[in-house]
């Protein structure tokens, strides 16, 4: 099996360790291409982004913003099976079925950065075959546990685990003031730990994440309910939390 890798970076550099596939990685960077294929451990090569040469599947990874695109423009070299590591679910299937309505389509989001692989992969087939299956396959032999969901329902769940969850954790960060050494509490340490965590990766991800699910607004309203309620209204508010 044959497979072109549209987007060199963090996750397509996974997906190709993952699949048993002669790889070729296409990037608007060559050198980021050329960079993935030397350092991938199976057969992989850099080719042109223009390059118009048929492959069994064709994975789009690239940035949330630019998944249509790219899917747009690539699945249909694909011969059997269309699959994106994008992030969002519901409009790379949406344009997947207009662009290649006769292959195999599957959308995974690995719920993990590729250095703490393997881990929980979330997984929307809209048409499902021998390839998809094969890849699903490989997935799980790499130790991944599959998550079948549906794609509106991932989608809906990202605004809640990424777009929420990220955006109360940075607000955090940006509230926050320097505390001295021994006072901090198990709380607010373990906000700290996860504020790194968040602001030690790529700022565009998250940026993208917010654009695309949403989330900030939420947070912000949750917030500003929490600061304008009377001690009644706290409680309330506290034991809604908790629920």
């Known amino acids: 099996m044959d497979a072109l890798?549209?987007?060199?970076?963090?996750?397509?550099?996974?997906?190709?360790?993952?699949?048993?596939?002669?790889?070729a990685f296409a990037d608007r960077d060559p050198e980021a291409a050329a960079a993935?294929?030397?350092?991938?451990?199976?057969?992989?090569?850099?080719?042109?982004?223009?390059?118009?040469?048929?492959?069994?599947?064709?994975?789009?990874?690239?940035?949330?913003?630019?998944?249509?695109?790219?899917?747009?423009?690539h699945a249909p070299k694909a011969t059997a099976a269309v699959v994106d590591v994008t992030g969002a679910m519901a409009a790379p299937l949406d344009a997947m079925a207009r662009v290649a309505p006769d292959a195999q389509r599957m959308s995974l989001h690995p719920l993990f950065a590729a250095s703490a692989a393997p881990g929980n992969v979330a997984v929307s087939t809209a048409a499902d075959g021998p390839v998809t299956?094969?890849?699903?396959?490989?997935?799980?032999d790499a130790g991944n546990e599959l998550v079948p969901?549906?794609?509106?329902?991932?989608?809906?769940?990202?605004?809640?685990?990424?777009?929420?969850?990220h955006a109360a954790i940075l607000a955090f960060a940006l509230a926050a003031d320097d505390v001295p050494a021994g006072l901090e509490t198990p709380v607010y340490e373990a906000l700290s730990?996860?504020?790194?965590?968040?602001?030690?990766?790529?700022p565009r991800v998250y940026a993208d994440i917010q654009d695309t699910f949403g989330?900030?607004?939420?947070?912000?309203?949750?917030?500003?309910?929490?600061?304008d309620a009377d001690?009644?209204?706290?409680?309330?508010?506290?034991?809604?939390?908790?629920?």
């Open 36 to 73: 993935a294929a030397e350092g991938a451990t199976g057969s992989a090569r850099a080719v042109e982004l223009s390059a118009d040469a048929a492959v069994d599947v064709v994975c789009v990874a690239v940035p949330l913003p630019a998944a249509v695109d790219a899917i747009e423009r």
């Open 215 to 227: 989330g900030a607004e939420d947070v912000a309203a949750a917030a500003e309910s929490l600061a």
């Open 231 to 243: 001690g009644e209204t706290f409680a309330a508010l506290y034991q809604d939390a908790g629920e």
């Open 193 to 202: 730990d996860l504020a790194d965590r968040v602001t030690g990766n790529t």
């Open 149 to 165: 969901v549906g794609a509106d329902e991932h989608d809906r769940a990202m605004e809640t685990v990424q777009g929420r969850a």
């Open 5 to 23: 890798v549209v987007g060199a970076g963090e996750m397509g550099r996974w997906f190709a360790e993952v699949v048993d596939a002669d790889v």
């Open 133 to 140: 299956t094969a890849l699903r396959e490989a997935l799980t």
